[in-house]
């Protein structure tokens, strides 16, 4: 199939014409986004076994577009990486949780960085310039990186972790189990905790293999002195297999769904009482 256009001739199939629509289509959804802050942080409790009681809380971003609804990040962030808008939103999540800190001091956030995020020249100095200006305390945040950063560009990624943690700042490794974990990761980058994946929580209490999976992993991140954050817990049977793993944290719905700023506040107000 032929199709043309004012300035050039594009051949191809008419699915392959509907995935470059589609994508020019995205391109400029998200970029309106940007403009017109469509996207809203969300925050999602973490429960310390250790304290019984709420220590952090991860901040999600969600995009709510006047027309379209909610659009899961899960359609949209991997295309927004592909384009490099991925490092305006991240300056935009990183803005909005160092903002909102300073409303709410007694607890740690976290924010998911991109493998792409690290390309970015201007991280750092944003970083910098947010912590000075809403006077952060860099233990205070915790910056979330999957395994697939490292295997990109490993060297870039060591380099700004390492001047992240030099800064204070916290750094845990997300969804650890699911790509290419490796020995040399957990003992050449500078972790402070290990975050298990949902895919293994979710059939702990009836897969015998996820069980000894998350016992092999958590032995493994006290072996490297490192915390164990448990994500998607969902009922009380996974709670008590991870409270005797001594696992350390643990989110998910079973705790709290993720929360906008005003409910986090409503709900640390609860957990007072």
Known sequence: VLFRSKENVIFGSESLYKEHEERIIMLGLLTEAIRENQ????????????????SGAEALIRWYHPNYGFIPPDNFIPFAEKVDLIHSITAMVITTVFSFS????????????SGKDFENSTLLNHIDKMAKLYEVNPCRIIFEITESVMITNPTLALNNLIKLKEKGYKIHIDDFGTGYSS??????????????????????????RDLSIVRSIVSLGKAFSLGIVAEGVENNEQFELLKNMNCDEFQGYYYSKPLSGDQLIDFLRGQKK
């Open 39 to 54: 996207f809203v942080v969300y925050y999602q409790p973490k429960y310390s076994f250790i304290n019984s009681d709420v």
């Open 102 to 113: 300073q409303q709410v001091n007694s607890i740690s956030f976290s924010i998911n960085l």
């Open 183 to 208: 020995l040399n990761y957990l003992r050449e980058f500078p972790f402070d905790a290990i975050k298990l994946d949902r895919t293994f929580i979710s059939g702990i209490a009836y897969d015998a």
